[in-house]
Structure formats: structure tokens, C-alpha cells
T-cell receptor
Framework: ETGVTQSPTHLIKTRGQQVTLRCSSQ?????VSWYQQALGQGPQFIFQ???????GRGNFPPRFSGLQFPNYSSELNVNALELDDSALYLC????????????FGPGTRLTVL | AQSVTQLGSHVSVSEGALVLLRCNYS??????LFWYVQYPNQGLQLLLK??????LVKGINGFEAEFKKSETSFHLTKPSAHMSDAAEYFC????????????FGAGTILRVKS
């Protein structure tokens, strides 16, 4: 059974640029959630996707957007990057058998200069 | 709205000593509660979860947590600390108002002294 994978591992962008982060959910999981973890803080919920539809959103501006594909993989897109977007971005998936438990990937470290 | 408070941003114990990491929650509905561990430069690993079954929950690596509704607490314990337990620990509550998001505490960094 393959766990949650994320790409890339690290990314450096400059202010104003756009970025796309990718996530492959664990086998058998149909729900993907994205979290932002700033340095020294707990993860903050960005949004969740279920069957290719957004299924809940946290307090993040519209320049944070996402997609889920038919194979349940997902993308997080961030436009007009700001310095405060520098963080670890975590993807988590959950499955039909246990919708309440989320399993996390290793994260993508985004640095905005 | 659901929330979690972790008491103590840093906890230091000696190897072999009891580990106690504190978590208090606020929830308008019966909560689902989780403990995750994060090693440096890694993602979150699930340690254990409470989903309204037994109040004493056993997890991986010898950790356990007890749900106490009267105290709104879900503290994490381990009888004997190992050096490999040094990491950051996060308590989280499930918020199902829209979707099924996790609301995390600020985390507690556990240091284990030899």
C-alpha cells in the first residue's frame, strides 16, 4: 500500500510568482485535504476535496485554489505569492472506510523570496 | 468552533522518565481527537485517535492517551521516554461543520535528555 506522496520536496519562488504543488493520495482514499504549516506553528486547514469538489475551506484568500482529479490526486495552486506564504504545505488523505482519520504526506517546503 | 490548546511549547524529560504532553479541547459536539508526531523536516505521523469508543486509547511506539470529558482533556503519555521520542507533537480535533478538517494545537516539542 502506497502512502501519501507530495512533489516537489522543496521549492523556491519570488514574490508575485505562481506555484503548483502536487499530492497523490493513499491507495483507496478519495478525500484530500491541504494544510499550511508556518515555522513554529501547527498546521492550518486550507481546503478539502472530495470526489473532485471542494468540500470545505479555511480562512485563506482566493489566490489559494485547488483541484482534485479522477484518480483522487490533487493540486494546490497559489497565485501572487507573498513572503508570508513561505511554509510547509501538507497534504492529507482519508478513505471511505475511515473518513475521520487523515494520513499525511511528507510535505513541500515553499520559500518565497 | 472547535479548538485545541496544548500546554507547554517545550517539554524536557530524561530518558526512561514518564512523558506527559497536555492537550485541552473545546468542541460543541462529541469530539474526535488525534495526536500526531512530527520529526524534523517530515510530515505528520498519526500516533493515536479517539473516536468515542474506549476512553483510554493506545497508539504506536508505546504512547497512550485518555479522553476525559469532564476535564475536556486528551493528554498524551508514555511510561518511559526513549531518545527516539524527541520530536514535535500535535493534538488535533476534528471539525465537521463543513467538510472534515482537523484543527491543530500549536504543538509541543519534546526533548529527551540522556
Amino acid at each position: 500500500e502506497t502512502g501519501v506522496t507530495q512533489s516537489p520536496t522543496h521549492l523556491i519562488k519570488t514574490r508575485g510568482q505562481q506555484v503548483t504543488l502536487r499530492c497523490s493520495s493513499q491507495s483507496g482514499h478519495n478525500t484530500v485535504s491541504w494544510y499550511q504549516q508556518a515555522l513554529g506553528q501547527g498546521p492550518q486547514f486550507i481546503f478539502q476535496y472530495y470526489r473532485e469538489e471542494e468540500n470545505g475551506r479555511g480562512n485563506f484568500p482566493p489566490r489559494f485554489s485547488g483541484l482534485q482529479f479522477p484518480n483522487y490526486s490533487s493540486e494546490l495552486n497559489v497565485n501572487a505569492l507573498e513572503l508570508d506564504d513561505s511554509a510547509l504545505y501538507l497534504c492529507a488523505s482519508s478513505g471511505v472506510a475511515d473518513t475521520d482519520t487523515q494520513y499525511f504526506g511528507p510535505g513541500t517546503r515553499l520559500t518565497v523570496l | 468552533a472547535q479548538s485545541v490548546t496544548q500546554l507547554g511549547s517545550h517539554v524536557s524529560v530524561s530518558e526512561g522518565a514518564l512523558v506527559l504532553l497536555r492537550c485541552n479541547y473545546s468542541s460543541s459536539v462529541p469530539p474526535y481527537l488525534f495526536w500526531y508526531v512530527q520529526y524534523p523536516n517530515q510530515g505528520l505521523q498519526l500516533l493515536l485517535k479517539y473516536t468515542s469508543a474506549a476512553t483510554l486509547v493506545k497508539g504506536i511506539n508505546g504512547f497512550e492517551a485518555e479522553f476525559k470529558k469532564s476535564e475536556t482533556s486528551f493528554h498524551l503519555t508514555k511510561p518511559s521516554a526513549h531518545m527516539s521520542d524527541a520530536a514535535e507533537y500535535f493534538c488535533a480535533v476534528s471539525d465537521k461543520v463543513r467538510g472534515n478538517k482537523l484543527v491543530f494545537g500549536a504543538g509541543t516539542i519534546l526533548r529527551v535528555k540522556s
